[in-house]
């Protein structure tokens, strides 16, 4: 069932991104743009190329307010009703109001929650979890909708998920043998980001219904309870996407010079071969180095592309860049060989980077406290 829906008709050409709990850092302006990101736990990020404009459409189901105290419908178009109310919001600029209702996401009281619903003996460490997954789920959410709200012909469509089927889980993670005390009624969404008819970007989660509203407790389809982490695992990463840049031939450029009103055809100037991260004179190893295709089809009055390449995702350990090591520097390589493109990153960057996990490094060491308090 679609929420809402985008239009316009600015036809400017973007880069639009999608993450959950990332924050982009900085670029580098040579062939190979580079965004480097914080994450907690278990992130989304998703790349797509859209134009950006404004959003329209809106629904009466969108006028629940952020101070509502009465129940919404514990059903499917319960959900769309809360959920439609933040996107009117963010998409209207009215970001206290919004920021109250994707508060109205979480748990209200995890800590009790998850004392009524589980074994004592799990539900301090299903606490500490809970803090740590939302940490800035609110954030997200938001700039997911503000990326919406900026897409030319870009809507926001949500409908039901089926339970999951099988037990495979991502690499990492292993199902949980921690249940409820009781049953609980979970409620599955998928949301697709969709451009002109096209979804360009899809995921899912997971939620209770409390107190009259849904609460987020879930990436994917299954509730976080539902997996663990396997030995090894990490729960927060660093990851540095680098995507090659996009730029437009001569024979294009010389052809617009007589004709203003045609568009310009881009190619993707390389592809992505590899990167070193050193932090000093040492280099880091990635948890996870990962070279990604990207393909991109773009038809419109400005732009005309289609094309594809490698992007370049490798993940570090929350510590990789941190004010010990000085220098901190990117090797980037290109499938065409040579010499890298070097990028050293400035001390306001290092810094940056590693103020992007005070949250996260306060939310484990407040989640210990309450543990260790908890015990008899």
Same mark, same amino acid.
């Given at each position: 069932?679609?929420?809402?829906?985008?239009?316009g008709a600015c036809g400017r050409r973007n880069i639009i991104r999608i993450s959950r709990y990332a924050l982009? $850092?900085?670029?580098?302006?040579?062939?190979?743009?580079?965004?480097?990101?914080?994450?907690?736990?278990?992130g989304i990020f998703l790349m797509l190329i859209g134009t950006a404009c404004g959003l329209g459409g809106e629904s009466a189901a969108a006028q629940i307010s952020a101070d509502q105290t009465v129940a919404i419908a514990e059903s499917d178009e319960g959900f769309q009703m809360q959920f439609n109310a933040i996107v009117r919001a963010g998409c209207s600029?009215?970001?206290? $109001?919004?920021?109250?209702?994707? =508060?109205?996401?979480?748990? !209200?009281?995890?800590?009790?929650?998850?004392?009524?619903?589980?074994?004592?003996?799990?539900?301090?460490?299903?606490? /500490?979890?809970?803090?740590?997954?939302?940490?800035?789920?609110?954030?997200?959410?938001?700039?997911? $909708?503000?990326?919406?709200?900026?897409?030319?012909?870009?809507?926001? /469509?949500?409908?039901?998920?089926?339970? !999951?089927?099988?037990?495979?889980?991502?690499?990492?993670?292993?199902?949980?043998?921690?249940?409820?005390?009781? =049953?609980?009624?979970?409620?599955?969404?998928?949301?697709?980001?969709?451009?002109?008819?096209?979804?360009?970007?899809?995921?899912? =989660?997971t939620f209770v219904y409390d107190q009259g509203l849904f609460r987020f407790v879930g990436s994917g389809t299954r509730a976080f309870w539902e997996w663990e982490e396997e030995a090894g695992a990490h729960p927060a990463v660093f990851a540095i996407y680098v995507m090659p840049k996009a730029k437009e031939g001569f024979g294009s450029a010389l052809g617009r010079s007589f004709n203003v009103n045609?568009?310009?055809?881009?190619?993707?100037?390389?592809?992505?071969?590899?990167?070193?991260?050193?932090?000093g004179d040492k280099e880091v190893q990635p948890i996870h180095p990962g070279k990604v295709p990207v393909m991109v089809s773009v038809r419109n009055r400005a732009v005309k592309m289609e094309d594809s390449t490698?992007?370049?995702?490798?993940?570090?350990?929350?510590?990789?860049?941190? !004010?010990a090591c000085g220098q901190v520097k990117l090797e980037i390589y290109s499938s065409t060989g040579g010499e890298p493109t070097v990028k050293a990153f400035e001390e306001k960057t290092v810094q940056h980077v590693w103020a992007d996990f005070?949250?996260?490094?306060?939310?484990?060491?407040a989640g210990t406290q309450e543990a260790s308090a908890a015990k008899p």
């Open positions: 069932m679609a929420l809402l829906s985008a239009s982009p $850092i900085m670029n580098i302006t040579k062939n190979l743009s580079v965004n480097l990101y914080g994450r907690s736990l278990i600029g009215e970001t206290e $109001i919004q920021a109250k209702q994707l =508060e109205q996401l979480r748990l !209200p009281d995890a800590a009790a929650w998850f004392g009524q619903n589980f074994d004592p003996a799990e539900a301090s460490n299903l606490t /500490v979890r809970y803090q740590q997954l939302t940490l800035d789920y609110g954030g997200s959410v938001a700039k997911t $909708i503000r990326n919406a709200c900026e897409t030319d012909g870009g809507e926001i /469509v949500v409908s039901h998920a089926n339970s !999951p089927a099988g037990t495979k889980l991502a690499s990492g993670f292993r199902l949980s043998a921690t249940r409820p005390l009781a =049953e609980l009624p979970l409620f599955r969404f998928r949301f697709a980001l969709r451009v002109h008819g096209t979804d360009t970007a899809s995921w899912a =989660e045609s568009a310009a055809k881009l190619k993707f100037k390389t592809d992505f071969q590899k990167m070193r991260l050193f932090c490698y992007k370049g995702v490798y993940l570090y350990s929350p510590d990789a860049v941190n !004010p005070d949250a996260f490094r306060k939310a484990q060491l």
